[in-house]
């Protein structure tokens, strides 16, 4: 398993600010991922966090609204930009740690609001 | 696309009392169905992975098994701490990350004492 942990667990931004999330796990895993769990809705994947080159992004999602980093393999910052009341959300970072099984952990999250 | 439901939205059990939630799926390409349990407030706790119709999997008292185009998740005899909103997810051989989970909503689980 992985003990993953996030920075902030949550906070309350204004219109427009831009905030960064901090992900660091406990061992080196090979992929480490960002998710969106917003009210009422299913977690849903915004990118990959690629180790030493640029996130790989899912539809919808953009490098400019969320910039991504990953400098090691234990490490990894999302950055929520230019944020509007609708960015309000969880973010959530998450892990495979490798294996035959390829399972899948889920940091605590970090809860934003915007006003 | 891969889609996933999960019914019913929320249930409500007594103590003791066995019941199951239902995840249907349509992927192209199975490679995994997880089950995750959420507490309020806090990450996806992963329970189990099911990767070919048949295949059942256990912890205490959830039950985990898989056909073709759903999986159920048995709860038996269920205690007050059983209650949180339980995940599902899937994960294909489609496009996009070769990692990429598709959640469903949740099934939303209250046991009362």
């Known amino acids: 398993s992985a003990v993953i942990s996030q920075k902030p667990s949550r906070d309350i931004c204004q219109r427009g600010t831009s905030l960064t999330i901090q992900c660091q796990v406990d061992?080196?895993?090979?992929?480490m991922f960002w998710y969106r769990q917003q009210p009422g809705q299913s977690l849903t994947l915004i990118a990959t966090?690629?180790?030493?080159?640029?996130?790989?992004?899912e539809s919808g999602f953009v490098i400019d609204k969320f910039p991504i980093s990953r400098p090691n393999l234990t490490f990894s910052t999302l950055t929520v930009s230019n944020m509007s009341p609708e960015d309000s959300s969880i973010y959530l970072c998450?892990?495979?740690?490798?294996?035959?099984?390829?399972?899948?952990?889920f940091g605590p999250g970090t809860r934003l609001t915007v006003l | 696309e891969d889609q996933v439901t999960q019914s019913p939205e929320a249930l409500r059990l007594q103590e003791g009392e066995s019941s199951s939630l239902n995840c249907s799926y349509t992927?192209?390409?199975?490679?995994?169905l997880f089950w995750y349990r959420q507490d309020p407030g806090k990450g996806p706790e992963f329970l189990f992975t099911?990767?070919?119709a048949g295949e059942e999997k256990e912890k205490e008292r959830l039950k985990a098994t898989l056909t073709k185009k759903e999986s159920f998740l048995h709860i038996t005899a269920p205690k007050p701490e059983d209650s949180a909103t339980y995940l599902c997810?899937?994960?294909?051989?489609?496009?996009?990350?070769?990692?990429?989970?598709?959640f469903g909503k949740g099934t939303l689980l209250t046991v009362n004492p």
């Open positions: 099911l990767y070919s």
């Open positions: 998450s892990v495979v740690t490798g294996g035959p099984e390829d399972t899948q952990y």
């Open positions: 061992s080196q895993v090979t992929m």
């Open positions: 997810a899937v994960r294909s051989g489609s496009g996009g990350s070769n990692y990429k989970l598709t």
């Open positions: 966090a690629n180790q030493g080159s640029e996130a790989t992004y």
């Open positions: 992927v192209s390409g199975l490679r995994g």
